[in-house]
C-alpha cells in the first residue's frame, strides 16, 4: 500500500493551495478517505473526510475553507485549501481507512507566512 502526497510548501496567509494523494495496492473505492495534519508540538488532528458515498467531514476550524475531494477512476483524493492562516501551518497526512486498518502517506509540509 502506497499513499503518495503532493501539493504543499511555502503559501502567503490568504492564499490557496491544493493537496493531493494518489493511492495504489488498495481497492481505493472501498476505502474512506481523510487528511489529517499534525503542528510542531501538537498531535496530529483530522481536516477532512470523504466517506465512500462522498459524504464529507470537516473540522470547524478549516469548515468552509478546506474542500476535500475524490476521484475513484484515478484513485485520488484532494484538499482545496482557501484563506490559508498561519495557523494552518502543519504536516499534512493522507489516510485510507477501512474496517478499522489505516494506512498514512507520509505527509507534505505545508507552511502559512504571515
Known amino acids: 500500500v502506497q499513499l503518495q502526497a503532493s501539493g504543499g510548501g511555502l503559501v502567503q496567509a490568504g492564499g490557496s493551495e491544493t493537496l493531493s494523494c494518489a493511492a495504489c495496492?488498495?481497492?481505493?473505492?472501498?476505502?474512506?478517505m481523510s487528511w489529517y495534519r499534525q503542528a510542531p508540538g501538537n498531535q496530529r488532528e483530522l481536516v477532512a473526510r470523504i466517506s465512500t458515498i462522498g459524504n464529507t467531514y470537516y473540522a470547524d476550524s478549516v469548515k468552509g475553507r478546506f474542500t476535500i475531494s475524490r476521484d475513484d477512476a484515478k484513485n485520488t483524493v484532494s484538499l482545496q485549501m482557501n484563506s490559508l492562516k498561519p495557523d494552518d501551518t502543519a504536516v499534512y497526512y493522507c489516510?485510507?481507512?477501512?474496517?478499522?486498518?489505516?494506512?498514512w502517506g507520509q505527509g507534505t509540509l505545508v507552511t502559512v507566512s504571515s
Open positions: 489516510n485510507a481507512l477501512r474496517n478499522g486498518v489505516n494506512h
Open positions: 495496492g488498495i481497492t481505493f473505492s472501498m476505502y474512506t
